[in-house]
């Protein structure tokens, strides 16, 4: 018969961002800015993934500052390694050796269907290497040698996720209960922002138009010059009516950094135009994102304490997976070392 449990065990989340770009006010009201309850309810393991950033061609250089900046970037928007674990996928050899393993249990055609590695492959031509081909692999290791329960991900990561279940699955089916097979992680209030020059489009870090898009680390000045060039239409009353995109759009936006419904904005703009609207929705998002860019500086400027956390991280995710590791081996037959 089942066992009561006794003691209630915190779920284990674990996720990883890749160094590139820097988040974008999208990425930070639909998810990061949750992180600290995350933290409170979950285990939570964050990685800044670097091994998977090289599918793509990375000048050595780069790849190192970006990935110092993404650890710092973590950090600064309350990743907080106290309460979780903060590492670099690369310094914790145990992701590259589970996936080799994983990838014998991996099938060409399912790594095939993938949708991000066709994308890839049609935009990166010359550079079709293994690796990308492998990607999904290795985020499956990322997941399954934590024995994850749940992984907070975007949309565009659900296909990777459904394999990684599909692979833990199977290899418990061969060898024997070994993986906790993962759920995806949604969080609820997750506000959808639409571009600030297209308002038909999501917003996105990759739009051409930089005016388009606001990022956690953009200056006040940048923030308010984007806002009051945001495209709305011809009206001039500030209120949420179907078809008027891109005031629909800043409205979620100023709801989601002061909390006031959209009732509670139209009084406020009752009678005032469009103009100052968006000053003051580009006032309130700069003074909503001061404390990460006062946090992300104070952290820059202390790299060896950002080294420090890192070491410590990994060698927590290093013992945690290790355990893992050794499983798998016995499970598939490896003789003991
Ligand atoms: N592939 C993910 C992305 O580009 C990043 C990632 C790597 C990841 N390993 C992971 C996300 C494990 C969740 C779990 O967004």
Redesign the pocket.
């Known amino acids: 018969m089942a066992e009561q449990a006794t003691t209630e065990k915190k779920q284990r989340i674990?996720?990883?961002?890749?160094p590139t770009g820097v988040f974008t006010l999208g990425n930070y009201i639909g998810a990061i800015r949750n992180w600290d309850t995350l933290q409170k309810e979950y285990e939570c393991i964050y990685a800044i993934?670097d091994l998977?950033a090289i599918t793509v061609k990375q000048e050595p250089k780069d790849l190192r500052a970006n990935s110092l900046r993404a650890f710092a970037l973590m950090l600064a928007c309350g990743m907080d390694p106290k309460r979780s674990i903060t590492f670099m996928q690369s310094q914790n050899p145990n992701h590259a050796e589970l996936s080799w393993i994983l990838s014998c249990s991996t099938m060409f055609g399912e790594l095939s269907r993938m949708t991000q590695f066709k994308d890839k492959s049609q935009r990166h031509a010359d550079n079709i290497n293994a690796g990308l081909f492998t990607y999904p692999v290795l985020?499956a290791a990322?997941?399954l040698a934590y024995n994850a329960d749940l992984?907070p991900?975007?949309a565009d990561?659900k296909q990777?996720l459904e394999l990684a279940r599909n692979i833990a699955i199977r290899f418990n089916q061969r060898f024997g209960e070994t993986f906790t097979v993962p759920d995806g992680y949604f969080p609820k209030q997750g506000a959808r922002l639409m571009s600030l020059q297209d308002p038909t489009k999501k917003m996105s870090k990759s739009d051409e138009n930089a005016n388009a898009c606001v990022f956690i680390l953009d200056d006040k000045d940048t923030i308010l010059r984007k806002f009051k060039r945001a495209v709305t239409d011809s009206d001039t009353v500030v209120a949420y009516r179907e078809g008027k995109d891109g005031i629909n759009n800043l409205m979620t936006i100023y709801s989601a950094v002061t909390g006031k419904s959209y009732e509670e904005i139209e009084r406020e703009f009752d009678g005032k135009g469009y103009g100052d609207f968006k000053i003051a929705v580009g006032e309130a998002v700069a003074d909503h994102l001061e404390p990460v860019r006062t946090e992300y500086a104070r952290l820059s400027a202390d790299k060896q304490y950002l080294l420090d956390c890192m070491k410590t991280g990994s060698e927590q995710a290093y013992r945690i997976t290790r355990k893992t590791l050794s499983k798998v081996y016995r499970k598939v037959g490896f003789l003991d070392r």
């Open positions: 674990f996720s990883a961002i890749q993934a998977h985020m990322d997941i992984v991900i975007g990561q990777h």
